[in-house]
């Protein structure tokens, strides 16, 4: 008979993403930015405790490689440092309303390259395409595609994270794996 798999079985697969992911009282402002934008009948709000900026997508990878992502994360240091988030969008390619930056900080595309470089260095797939900071309000809306100012909404970032993404008929359930603190001396990633 073959071994019973257990959650931690290292044959098994996970879906999984670095992310930042904000304060509950950062969080709330945004889901509050987002609330009013729900029109159309397909249009979906992402739930408060779901709302996050994604660092880098990994994808499926088998548990027993979850140690090496953590490894990872322990490696690099987020410089501590402030997102000032104050306009929001929406992308025709995928209606997703989102809430960006207009004068967003160097430090998260550097450190977001610098995640990314590490990650391929490791032999993760991952994707090249360019990086948008940016945390998803809304699925299918209608919202116009022109940015439009808002409130401005400040995090400051102290933390980056491991998540595990289970796609859920209601939508993604995520799960914080590992965390690591920003490092308020550190002005640049370093590894
Ligand atoms: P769902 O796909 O169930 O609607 P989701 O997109 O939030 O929900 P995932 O697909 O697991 O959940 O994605 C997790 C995070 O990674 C999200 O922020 C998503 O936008 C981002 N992401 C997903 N696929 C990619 C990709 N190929 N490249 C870059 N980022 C991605
Ligand atoms: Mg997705």
New binding site residues.
């Given amino acids: 008979m073959a071994p019973a798999r257990t959650a931690e079985s290292s044959d098994q697969s996970l879906?999984v993403?670095f992310?930042l992911w904000p304060p509950p009282d950062v969080a709330r402002r945004l889901h509050q930015i987002g609330r009013p934008l729900k029109q159309g009948p397909a249009a979906r709000s992402m739930r408060l405790d779901?709302l996050?900026l994604?660092l880098a997508?990994v994808?499926e990878v088998e548990a027993g490689r979850l140690d090496a992502l953590k490894a990872i994360g322990a490696a690099i240091r987020l410089p501590s440092f402030e997102l000032r988030l104050d306009f929001i969008d929406r992308w025709p390619h995928n209606d997703i309303a989102w809430v960006g930056c207009s004068e967003p900080s160097a430090v998260l595309p550097e450190f977001a390259a610098t995640l990314r470089d590490a990650l391929s260095a490791q032999g993760f797939p991952v994707?090249r395409?360019g990086f948008t900071p940016h945390l998803?309000l809304l699925?299918k809306s209608e919202l116009p595609s022109a940015r439009q100012a808002v409130t401005p909404v400040v995090w400051p970032v102290t933390e980056f994270v491991l998540v595990r993404?289970r796609?859920m008929a209601h939508?993604?359930n995520y799960e914080v794996l590992a965390r690591w603190p920003s490092d308020p001396a550190a002005v640049a990633p370093v590894r």
């Fill in positions: 879906r993403f992310a779901t996050h994604t997508f994808g994707e395409r998803t699925r993404s796609r939508g993604a």
